[in-house]
């Protein structure tokens, strides 16, 4: 005797695209922050660093490695869970960490160009996650 189930079938919504670039994201940050600290430890070797600005830098890098952290959770927990609120506020800190990258490419004390080539691929990737999030969370949402 076989089961027939009416009704609505179940319709998954959550972007591959976008989980594969939360991961990617995850690990290129590792290595964002390792060499962004290395070359501010190199900066601050070779090059005087006015006061204060030394430490801006670093606690810039920590805030920007915390965010970056509570971003790809919720990224992630939204995307796979199918939740607009958690991808929304993902959303939100990604504009924040955009502004911390743009920090580093522009307004740093010493920009090598390392930094430019390290931020511009950042940022790339924070824009395609975006797009990707913004169509998330329309076909959630609808």
Known sequence: MAVVRRGRSSMVLSSVPLQILFYFNGV???FYFLATLLMIIY???VFSYPDGN???DLVLLF?????EAVRLYLGVKGNLTEEEVPLG???VVTAGNVLLSVYFLV???YVLRADIIINAVLLILYGLE???DF???AAFVS
């Open 28 to 30: 290129y940050y590792i």
């Open 43 to 45: 900066k601050s070797q």
């Open 54 to 56: 030394l430490a801006l």
């Open 63 to 67: 805030i920007m490695a915390i965010l």
């Open 89 to 91: 506020i993902s959303l």
């Open 107 to 109: 307004w740093e004390t």
């Open 130 to 132: 975006s797009i990707l």
């Open 135 to 137: 169509f998330s969370i």
